[in-house]
């Protein structure tokens, strides 16, 4: 029973809390440049009928682990599952916390990671959190803290393009795009007879998640679409999911390190 236990827990040489303190310190003191601490964020909340509440977390996990596989620079931090989702608070199971709760623990981290030694980098699987994120990064910096975050999914526009039927009005919430990623990363969690027909009703601005309008509302989803279903995830498919997991998984790393190459040095002048 134990060692099925411990099969749940990320472990190994990409792990951040697999090491000991000791091996936080060697591995800090060993490298010329910050080693990158990798944070996945996501949320626990509504994905319509047909997929998990843990979806975001879960990706947001599984794309951090995949891209800094094997990479000695870089440890992929336990996930900080829950997002700021008031906006799913209508359909139950959805856990929220506040902008201001979910910015004031991302910085608490980030900055113990960054006293250490290590580059904080926050890789985000929730679209709610995309604005807090950016507020708690300007905060760390007024603390000279560097630290740097992205959405997995912000990377994806032209691969979505490719790989799904209307990338456009099909991607959102819950959408064709989230629904292939499940189906090929935990193809069990994707209840395949619920998923709805039809798109996302018209509203403004335009709620998919490629629209990329200028306006900012904050709008319950139950009011967007009754299901909370943004997109149409009928267009999904496995082959699709293996294909954009790929991609975010490639994007992601190389993003990391990236950031690693521009801000990892231990001290600016």
């Known amino acids: 029973m134990s060692g099925a236990f411990s099969e749940r827990f990320p472990k190994g ?6 090491m000991s303190s000791p091996d936080a310190a060697r591995l800090m003191k060993s490298m010329q440049n910050r080693p990158v601490a990798v944070l996945p964020t ?3 909340e509504q994905h319509g009928p047909h997929l998990p509440m843990g979806l975001d977390i879960w990706l947001a996990s599984a794309v951090a682990l995949a891209a800094c596989e094997d990479l000695e620079e870089v440890r992929v931090c ?3 599952a829950y997002g700021s989702s008031q906006h799913h608070r209508a359909f139950p199971g959805t856990m929220s916390l506040s902008p201001q709760t979910f910015i004031a623990v991302l910085v608490d981290l980030c900055k113990c990671l960054w006293e250490d030694g290590f580059l904080p980098v926050i890789l985000n699987g929730h679209g709610g959190n995309r604005a807090a994120i950016q507020v708690a990064i300007t905060t760390l910096g007024r603390d000279e803290v560097v630290s740097a975050g992205f ?12 790989a ?11 959408c064709a795009l989230e629904t292939s990623l499940m189906m090929h990363v935990i193809p069990e969690s994707v209840r395949e007879a619920l998923i709805p027909a039809g798109g996302t009703p018209q509203s403004w601005p335009d709620p998919h998640l490629y629209a990329g309008s200028a306006v900012t509302v904050w709008r319950p989803f139950e009011r967007i679409r009754e299901n ?42």
């Open 13 to 18: 040489p990409t792990s951040f809390a697999w």
């Open 78 to 80: 336990e996930p900080f």
């Open 42 to 44: 996501g949320a626990v």
């Open 164 to 174: 799904l039927p209307d990338y456009s009005g099909g991607t959102g919430h819950a």
């Open 228 to 269: 909370g279903v943004i997109g149409t995830p009928s267009e999904a498919s496995p082959q699709a999911g293996a294909v954009l997991f790929a991609e975010a998984v490639r994007r992601s790393r190389d993003t990391i390190l990236k950031i690693q190459a521009e801000y990892g040095q231990r001290s600016y002048p």
């Open 151 to 162: 959405s997995y999914f912000d990377l994806l526009a032209d691969a979505a393009s490719q």
